[in-house]
C-alpha cells in the first residue's frame, strides 16, 4: 500500500522477487497473459472463388480385338506364353461364376488371367517350331520303321506324366511318378529262371499281354525313382538266375507247377512209342502231336479241370493214338 501511494513503478516490480511484488503487479500480468483467444474457422475475408477445373473427354480407340483381320498373321499377334490380355484376343471367351445364366466375359475378367493359357501353340506357331528345328535334328535310325522293330531294339518303357501346378511350388507330387514297362518275352531265361521271375514279380506282370510293369514313387524327384526302378529290374532278373542249395533237392512232388518233362508221362509216351524196343533216350520230338499232348496234359494239371481243358484233352489223347470216330 505504500509503493502505491507514492506512484510505485511497475516496471521496476517486474524484476523484484515474485514473494516481494505488489498485488496490482500481478493482477495486470495475469489478464495479459490469460486472454481469451478467439478461434476464426473461416477468414474475415473471402478469397477469390477458384474455376473449376473443365474436364477433357478423352477420345479411346476401339479394342484392338474388333479391328484384327480374319486372315491374320496369328504368331505374330501372340508369338509366346503371356499372360490373357482381353484386346489382344478376338474371341469371346467366358470363364468364372455363372450370373444371370451365362459366366463372365473376357473383359475385367481375373479368372482367366490366374491360369496358364496356350494361345501361343496354335498349329502354324508349331509347324513355324517345327521347321526352325529341322535343320538340328538327325534322321531316323534304318531298322526302326515299324513299331515291330522298335520293340525289339528297345524293348524297355519308360512312361512319365507332367502337369501344370498352380501352387507356389511348380513341382506336382504325381510329376515323381515312374513306370518301366518291358516284355518278359524280350528277356533272355530259362525255365528256371523264368518261374523264379514270376513268382517274384507276383502282380506286376499280366499274362494277357505278357508285360511287366514295374512302378516307383517313394522317392521325393523322378530322377530318383528312375534310377530306383532299374535297379528293381537289375535285381529281380539277377535274383531269377541264383540258384539255390535247396533248390537242387526238391522232388517232383515238391514241385509249385507240373512239369511234363521231368515226369512220368514222357517216359510212359517214349516207351510205348518205341515198344518192343526199349528206349534209349526220351525224346519224343519224332512222334506225332507229342506236343499237342504234353500241352494239353500241362494246362489240365495246372490250370484246373473245367470242360474246355477236358476236351483239349480229349482230342489230344485221339490224336495222338491216331483214333477216329465214325458218325452212323
Known sequence: MLF???GFNASFAQGLPKASRPLAAYSSESQETTKFRVLELYSKYKKPMQEKRKMQKIKVPPARATQMPIDQDWPSAWPGARTFHPGSVPLPLRQGYVTKGVPPGKYANAELMKIPNFLHLTPPAIQRHCEALKQFCTEWPVGLETEEKCVKHFPIEII??????SSPSIRDPLSRIVSLRVKLSSLHLDTHAKDKLLRLLGDKYNPETDLITITADRCPTRKQNLEYVWYLLTAVYHESWRVEPWEAEKSIADMEYYDWDINQSRISLVTMYKWPESPTDYDYETIPNATEY???????????EDQYAINKYKEAVKNLLNLKCNKS
Open 294 to 304: 504234353k500241352v494239353a496234359v500241362s494246362d489240365l494239371i495246372n490250370n484246373g
Open 4 to 6: 502505491l501511494k507514492r
Open 160 to 165: 512319365t506324366s507332367d502337369y501344370c501346378y
